[in-house]
């Protein structure tokens, strides 16, 4: 399997509007934390997210959290 491509290696505070989202498990979309389609021929899907009201969270760029999206630090091991 490929590794994701790690975009950065510390999170993006990012405000999540409700509704369905779809985050980039690649690291390679242009439109950081989100789909755009750029995994396309890769064994990469994105991930479906629904988040229920509007939130502030710590956003994973490292793509290598248990907890996706959310960051839980490791990029700390990195």
Known sequence: ???????????????????????YSCGRSAIQLFCDGSHQGTEFTPLVVKVKATTEAASCQCQHTSTPPCCDGSHNQL
Do not use: C, D, F, H
């Open 1 to 23: 399997m490929s590794e994701a491509k790690i975009v950065r290696r510390q999170p993006a505070i990012t405000t999540l509007n409700a509704g369905t989202r779809y985050w």
